[in-house]
């Protein structure tokens, strides 16, 4: 068969990953609509860590869109990472109260795009560290299914940003 042959890191890789895809899957935020009371809110000792991995969300998200502000030709280039934050964000809104949830100073962001990748690149990985964080400190086995759904995301979109050639990052 014709291609790239699988390295030995790319097949261990993709055999670590591929259980927490298949179980993420399979893992439904519950109905916010039936009112049925068997939803169970999360366990208090996870409250914190979901506020914590919301604001991570919540800086990540502020940071690509100053990105795609200040260098306007990268919006293709991060929109899959702005859809992924908002999708994250839409599954983890209902276990954070709004007053809970932080308005970040808005980010500094070169005007170039190399500086503009790099700091989506550094913001991406503080977001990856704060998410495996939570993963491995959840109570509610649950969450930790969601947040590693969660994280295997975000090193793919931190993988594919880190891929790019220097100097000419998606041209």
Same mark, same amino acid.
């Given at each position: 068969?014709?291609?790239? $042959?699988?390295?030995?890191?790319?097949?261990?890789?993709?055999?670590?990953?591929?259980?927490?895809?298949?179980?993420?899957?399979?893992?439904?935020?519950?109905?916010?609509?039936?009112? $049925?009371?068997?939803?169970?809110?999360?366990?208090?000792?996870? $409250?914190?860590?979901?506020?914590?991995?919301?604001?991570?969300?919540?800086?990540?998200?502020?940071?690509?869109?100053?990105?795609?502000?200040?260098?306007?030709?990268? &919006?293709?280039?991060?929109?899959?990472?702005?859809?992924? =934050?908002?999708? =994250?964000?839409?599954?983890?809104?209902?276990?954070? +109260?709004? +007053?809970?949830?932080?308005?970040?100073?808005?980010? #500094?962001?070169?005007?170039?795009?190399?500086?503009?990748?790099?700091?989506?690149? #550094? $913001?991406?990985?503080?977001?990856?560290?704060?998410?495996? #964080?939570?993963?491995?400190?959840?109570?509610?086995?649950?969450?930790?299914?969601?947040?590693?759904?969660?994280?295997?995301? &975000?090193?793919? =979109?931190?993988?594919?940003?880190?891929?790019?050639?220097?100097? #000419?990052?998606?041209?």
């Amino acid at each position: 068969m014709p291609g790239r $042959s699988l390295t030995r890191r790319t097949t261990v890789g993709a055999a670590l990953v591929a259980p927490l895809l298949v179980a993420a899957c399979d893992i439904d935020p519950p109905s916010r609509d039936n009112g $049925s009371a068997d939803a169970a809110p999360p366990p208090p000792e996870d $409250s914190e860590l979901v506020t914590a991995v919301v604001a991570a969300l919540v800086r990540a998200r502020s940071v690509v869109e100053a990105a795609t502000l200040s260098v306007p030709d990268l &919006t293709p280039l991060l929109e899959p990472v702005a859809t992924a =934050h908002a999708a =994250h964000l839409e599954v983890l809104e209902g276990a954070v +109260a709004d +007053a809970d949830v932080p308005t970040p100073p808005p980010p #500094r962001i070169p005007a170039d795009r190399a500086g503009a990748l790099t700091a989506v690149r #550094r $913001s991406e990985q503080r977001l990856l560290r704060e998410v495996r #964080r939570g993963c491995v400190a959840a109570a509610s086995g649950d969450l930790a299914r969601v947040l590693a759904s969660m994280a295997a995301s &975000t090193a793919q =979109h931190g993988a594919a940003l880190g891929d790019l050639p220097a100097g #000419r990052e998606g041209s």
